[in-house]
């Protein structure tokens, strides 16, 4: 005969105690969506949508520049150089990475994730300047960058070296969070890993001291690709 634990029996009087539900998921989900379809960025076009991500994200200190699909590598490429940047992590593989790559200076080497960190630790630590990632989407309310890090892009990449460089289409842009959640389909799943970024890094734990850096990339630069155009007007 086995002896209930203190936690179990904690746990067993908290369960007794709880409410009993007042909805079921379906109601409490329309009550969500009717809630977020009064605001008025859900009426917002593709390019309204990016205007407000980029005015959000250049209010807590992060570089944004906007480009069509084929001047961004271009326009990339000369802000690396004059900024210093001598070495730059991203991932040949995809084809953001391969436009940025070939559009490189040759003062700007570039770098794959291609071994596990604990080979190259040192190295990542304190010789690369910079990494790139393209955000799967982007929320324009909050100004933030919406990214998947899978095997080529670790998320080591956007929170290792002193510089972070994203890429977002205009054409994967939400409103809001919600709109993020629905459309993309998170209650069927999310990833292991969903990094969402609003800025550099930042914290005031010190003498409540705002300082950069501490916990990531010091500084943060975006391209807004005006895509929309290209792809029929769809947002």
């Given amino acids: 005969m086995s002896t209930m634990t203190a936690r179990e029996r904690i746990l067993g009087k908290l369960r007794a105690a709880a409410p009993a539900p007042t909805h079921d998921a379906a109601a409490l989900q329309h009550s969500i969506d009717l809630h977020y379809a009064d605001s008025a960025l859900r009426s917002a076009s593709p390019k309204q949508l990016a205007d407000r991500l980029q005015s959000v994200m250049a209010s807590v200190r992060t570089d944004v520049w906007r480009a069509d699909a084929q001047s961004w590598p271009q326009l990339l490429a000369e802000k ?5 940047v001598k070495r730059l992590l991203l991932d040949h593989g995809r084809k953001e990475g391969a436009a940025l ?16 960190i604990e080979q190259w630790k040192a190295e990542l630590f304190n010789s690369i300047d910079a990494g790139f990632t393209v955000a799967r989407s982007g929320i324009a309310a909050t100004g933030t960058l919406i990214v998947v890090p899978d095997a080529g892009t670790p998320r080591t990449v956007s929170l290792v070296p002193p510089l972070h460089i994203a890429l977002v289409y205009a054409s994967t842009l ?10 993309e389909g998170w209650s069927n799943g999310m990833p292991t890993n969903l990094v969402m970024i609003s800025g550099p890094s930042k914290t005031s734990d010190i003498q409540q001291t705002l300082a950069y850096g501490a916990h990531g990339p010091r500084a943060l630069w975006l391209i807004i690709v005006d895509d929309v155009a290209e792809q029929g007007g769809a947002a």
């Fill in 80 to 84: 690396l150089a004059e900024a210093g």
């Fill in 101 to 116: 790559a070939a559009a490189l200076p040759e003062s700007v080497q570039t770098q794959s994730y291609t071994q596990p």
């Fill in 174 to 183: 939400y409103a809001d969070m919600h709109a993020a959640a629905r459309s």
